[in-house]
């Protein structure tokens, strides 16, 4: 399957090096402005001479998201933002708006243009409409089943399909929602979504709908009585890659631009074994239930009555992880002593893990730790500047974990 991209998400710089270090072919990223992730680390001007730096050395492809749906201020400032574009990095633009056609058309004639999953493309008709105007590529709504996307790259041979194969899926319609924005002011359509899907509810009555009395939605409540009626299960694809291929997709998408850079390197890594059919691809592949997660389920892709169905089925389990993202190796200074960017507390004596492009695991709980100065201390907290010393031989990116005191996260 080398043929299909292994598309990542990069929600800042860190993250852009270590999902193209653990195996991802191109990269998704969002500007500052215009992107829907606007919490999302993102991208700035000035930080975009880096970035091509980092094309540069590694050849891969990188793609801009410009998402959100536009008001006209907006609209009009984008006309002047456009220009100053034109030397940047990105292969593709991401956008839902369809005035900006007109707009990328004047101003950045040689980029690509691929069509957001925000526009809810899942019919043949639509995607033949959208090629027609200029869009490379489609990413298709997740309400679309692979007989959908079969059908619709039989119609349209020529234009590339990109579906999300992994991460957070949304009760709303291909994430157009107006419950945020209901509830506090914070428009998910602007970026700025407060995700109160995933909020924890308590209901005083039973939920039964007028017209069909004695039918009652299924509720499942925690210790404290509250539930998660509007959090739809998390997407994972990755025992199904050759039916992606089938169906004609040329790009699987990762979500997770907000997520850590533990989890973009893990899961990176497992769909980028499997797609490579790695001897070892099954142990990388259960590395991906480690990362944090909601229950698993494979979305729309089978039907919208699938057993493991998203929508129709919310899931009642909070965040489930069995392991701390503990940090990053930075450099290797010699006589195994390596500079660490530390995001959670790494103390000595407990066990630790490092994990490589390669090397699913190794153990080390002999490791010693120093500060600045050289002396020794037991541990090393977050926004602190020290060393790890081990005899394990370890390379620049890889990442530290240890098993979680919090299994289930809610």
């Known amino acids: 399957m080398s043929n299909i991209e292994l598309l990542s998400p990069a929600g800042n710089v860190e993250k852009l090096k270590t999902a193209i270090n653990f ?14 992730r606007k919490n999302a680390g993102n991208f700035k001007e000035d930080e975009l001479e880096e970035v091509k730096r980092i094309k540069a050395e590694s050849g891969k492809k990188l793609y801009c998201t410009m998402n959100i749906i536009f008001s006209e201020k ?16 990105f292969d593709a633009f991401i956008i839902t708006d369809i005035g900006l056609v007109p707009l990328f058309k004047k101003y950045l004639p040689s980029k690509a243009l ?34 959908d996307i079969k059908r619709i790259k039989d119609s349209v041979p020529e234009l590339e399909l990109e579906a999300f194969v992994h991460g957070a899926m949304c009760m709303s319609y291909s994430g157009r929602c107006l419950l945020s924005s209901f509830l506090t002011g914070r428009s998910a359509n602007q970026g700025d979504c407060s995700h109160t899907c995933r909020w924890n509810y308590k209901l005083h009555y039973a939920l039964e709908e007028e017209e069909r009395k004695g039918i009652y939605y299924p509720i ?3 210790e404290s009585g509250y539930t998660t009626i509007l959090s739809s299960k998390d997407l994972c694809m990755i025992d ?12 699987l998408k990762i979500e997770g631009r907000m997520k850590s850079v533990y989890y973009v390197a893990v899961v990176t890594r497992a769909y980028r074994k499997a797609l490579d059919n790695d001897v070892d691809k099954d142990i990388f592949r259960r590395d991906i239930f480690n990362v944090s997660h909601r229950e698993f389920s494979t979305g729309f892709f089978y039907g919208r ?14 965040y489930q992880r069995e392991y701390m993202y ?36 190794i153990a080390d709980d002999s490791f010693r730790l120093v500060d600045e100065d050289g002396h020794e201390i037991a541990k090393l907290d977050h926004g602190k ?3 790890l010393i081990t005899d394990k031989k370890l390379k620049k990116g890889y990442i530290l974990r240890s098993e979680s005191d919090i299994k289930t996260l809610n």
């Open 114 to 147: 691929h069509l957001s999953t925000q526009a809810s493309c899942i019919n043949s008709e639509s995607a033949k409409m959208y090629h027609d105007m200029g869009f490379e590529r489609v990413i298709l709504g997740r309400e679309a089943s692979l007989d």
């Open 220 to 222: 499942e409540e925690d």
């Open 23 to 36: 195996g991802a072919d191109a990269c998704y990223m969002g500007l500052t402005n215009y992107s829907l």
């Open 305 to 318: 009555d699938s057993n493991e169905g998203a929508i129709n089925r919310p899931t009642s389990y909070g």
């Open 240 to 251: 199904h890659l050759e039916d992606l291929r089938n169906a004609g997709l040329s790009s």
């Open 74 to 89: 907006q609209i009009q400032e984008v006309k002047e933002f456009l220009p100053t574009l034109k030397d940047s990095p």
């Open 385 to 387: 500047k020290g060393y």
């Open 326 to 361: 503990l940090g990053t190796i930075l450099e290797d200074l010699g006589k195994g002593k390596y500079a660490v960017d530390v995001r959670n507390q790494i103390k000595c004596g407990k066990m630790v893990e490092y994990l490589g492009p390669d090397i699913y695991s």
